[in-house]
T-cell receptor, first 114, second 112 residues
Framework: EDKVVQSPLSLVVHEGDTVTLNCSYEVTNFRSLLWYKQEKKAPTFLFMLTSSGIEKKSGRLSSILDKKELFSILNITATQTGDSAVYLCAVEAISSGSARQLTFGSGTQLTVLP | ETGVTQTPRHLVMGMTNKKSLKCEQHLGHNAMYWYKQSAKKPLELMFVYNFKEQTENNSVPSRFSPECPNSSHLFLHLHTLQPEDSALYLC???????????FGSGTRLTVV
């Protein structure tokens, strides 16, 4: 059974701090690892990392994938109050057909104080 | 709006009621999904539809009944639910090679 474990479960920082969120996984026939940000309801897509793209960066956010050690980290530099959210990690296994099934972790609740 | 629209946003129902959740996507995606998100738990995949055909049912109780009449619409019919079914129900859609899913804003369901 595929498994995703995120740590820490919650994190409180002040504006300007740098945070690192962790995601470890076990999956049969790994296809990709995805990061999402969930503020109110709809999770919004941040990054997808695959064998061919093990490091991604967008503004203050960056993520790396270590396929050997089966983990990923999400870094946020110079945090802002708008970064407060639950950050979800998910892994996708290779499957037949076009449907894509993700296994999610429990998320990390990040709170950025002014 | 993300391109995936869910209605209603909130629903309170009794254990003997019958209600339906609706999801609609206009992204041209060919796969649609229902997820359940309970407090303090990971998102749980409930159903997968691929080109209108159900390809996955993750041991979901029969009181949840999905319907996918076409590739743009997905329903979740609810009947004789239990209080532990109270949760956020998220719909998502995806394309084969695209990055990730697109989620709807969800329906917050409370069973009383």
């Amino acid at each position: 059974e595929d498994k995703v474990v995120q740590s820490p479960l919650s994190l409180v920082v002040h504006e300007g701090d740098t945070v690192t969120l962790n995601c470890s996984y076990e999956v049969t026939n790994f296809r990709s690892l995805l990061w999402y940000k969930q503020e109110k309801k709809a999770p919004t897509f941040l990054f997808m990392l695959t064998s061919s793209g093990i490091e991604k960066k967008s503004g203050r956010l960056s993520s790396i994938l270590d396929k050997k050690e089966l983990f990923s980290i999400l870094n946020i530099t110079a945090t802002q109050t708008g970064d407060s959210a639950v950050y979800l990690c998910a892994v996708e296994a290779i499957s037949s057909g076009s449907a894509r099934q993700l296994t999610f972790g429990s998320g990390t609740q990040l709170t950025v104080l002014p | 709006e993300t391109g995936v629209t869910q209605t209603p946003r909130h629903l309170v129902m009794g254990m003997t009621n019958k209600k339906s959740l609706k999801c609609e996507q206009h992204l041209g995606h060919n796969a649609m999904y229902w997820y359940k998100q309970s407090a303090k738990k990971p998102l749980e995949l409930m159903f997968v539809y691929n080109f209108k055909e159900q390809t996955e049912n993750n041991s979901v109780p029969s009181r949840f009944s999905p319907e996918c009449p076409n590739s743009s619409h997905l329903f979740l019919h609810l009947h004789t639910l239990q209080p532990e079914d109270s949760a956020l129900y998220l719909c998502a859609s995806s394309e084969v090679a695209a990055d990730g899913y697109t989620f709807g804003s969800g329906t917050r369901l409370t069973v009383v």
